[in-house]
């Protein structure tokens, strides 16, 4: 059995490495202003759901900011060898994040506190709602090319704040015209437990992995599965 790497060049790995340094750069920024309005409207509003909107955001810094950590090494193998220790401070970053968002549902649900109208936290949802993908998609792209576990495991990290924004968007709404203060925690259970299945997926590194083409010897040229550690990795989807 042999392997043939299909990694990309020197300098497309390169050109992609910058690509995950501007994207984590931009979701770092981003989530610090988001971080900053939503835990102001939220303690403004007495609202237990921005809060955790906003806590999700430092959570989200923190994430990329264990990527930017790996990144920043200019040689390949030194970002290689940074990859598992991103992996789990990502996968920790999960599970903080459904460990709050569990409690905040529960205190919710038993009806501790009543979250007054906030338009603030309503606009920065909705923009949250409109940035996250573009940022998860590019850099999930970016990650699997070059096969990071740890730049794909951050996209999901994103794309599971833009699952929060609809969450909370959507509660903050429904509290806002029809008093449905259940909608929102009842589906923050739901993203708790993706949350948690995510970071168990980062711990292990089943993220990503570099692509390889393998072959039986006693057939030239035949090729088998095109991902290098199984069919359990996200570049093989």
Same mark, same amino acid.
């Given at each position: 059995m042999?392997?043939?790497?299909l990694?990309?060049? !020197?300098?497309?790995?390169?050109?992609?490495?910058?690509?995950v340094?501007?994207?984590?750069?931009?979701?770092?920024?981003?989530?610090?202003?988001?971080?900053?309005?939503?835990?102001?409207?939220?303690?403004?509003?007495?609202?237990?759901?921005?809060?955790?909107?906003?806590?999700?955001?430092?959570?989200? $810094?923190?994430?990329?900011?264990?990527?930017?950590?790996?990144f920043?090494?200019?040689?390949?193998?030194?970002?290689?060898?940074?990859?598992?220790?991103?992996?789990?401070?990502?996968? $920790?970053?999960?599970?903080?994040?459904?460990?709050?968002?569990?409690?905040?549902?529960?205190r919710?649900?038993?009806?501790?506190?009543?979250?007054?109208?906030?338009?603030?936290?309503i606009?920065?949802?909705?923009?949250?709602?409109?940035?996250?993908?573009?940022?998860s998609?590019?850099?999930?792209?970016?990650?699997?090319?070059?096969?990071?576990?740890?730049?794909?495991?951050?996209?999901?990290?994103?794309?599971?704040?833009?699952?929060?924004?609809?969450?909370?968007?959507?509660?903050?709404?429904l509290?806002?015209?029809?008093?449905?203060?259940?909608?929102? !925690?009842?589906?923050?259970?739901?993203?708790?437990?993706?949350?948690?299945?995510?970071?168990?997926?980062?711990?292990?590194?089943?993220?990503?992995?570099? !692509?390889?083409?393998?072959?039986?010897?006693?057939k030239?040229?035949?090729?088998?599965?095109a991902?290098?550690?199984?069919?359990?990795?996200?570049?093989?989807?």
């Open positions: 042999t392997a043939i790497s990694g990309p060049s !020197p300098a497309r790995r390169d050109a992609l490495t910058r690509r340094r501007l994207l984590v750069a931009a979701t770092i920024t981003y989530n610090v202003i988001e971080a900053i309005v939503a835990l102001t409207a939220g303690t403004l509003a007495s609202s237990t759901a921005l809060i955790g909107f906003g806590l999700d955001s430092i959570i989200e $810094v923190s994430s990329a900011t264990a990527v930017a950590w790996q920043s090494a200019r040689d390949h193998a030194v970002r290689e060898a940074r990859e598992k220790t991103t992996l789990r401070i990502i996968a $920790v970053s999960f599970f903080a994040l459904a460990a709050y968002v569990t409690i905040d549902a529960i919710a649900l038993t009806g501790t506190g009543e979250a007054e109208r906030s338009i603030p936290g606009v920065i949802a909705a923009l949250s709602l409109a940035v996250m993908p573009s940022l998609a590019a850099q999930r792209r970016a990650g699997r090319e070059l096969g990071s576990a740890s730049a794909v495991a951050d996209s999901k990290q994103t794309l599971l704040c833009t699952y929060l924004s609809a969450v909370l968007l959507a509660g903050l709404v509290n806002a015209t029809l008093g449905w203060s259940w909608a929102d !925690p009842i589906a923050a259970l739901v993203i708790a437990a993706i949350a948690v299945k995510e970071g168990r997926d980062a711990w292990q590194g089943k993220g990503c992995c570099a !692509p390889t083409v393998t072959g039986t010897l006693g030239a040229g035949a090729e088998a599965d991902c290098g550690c199984g069919h359990g990795c996200d570049c093989c989807k």
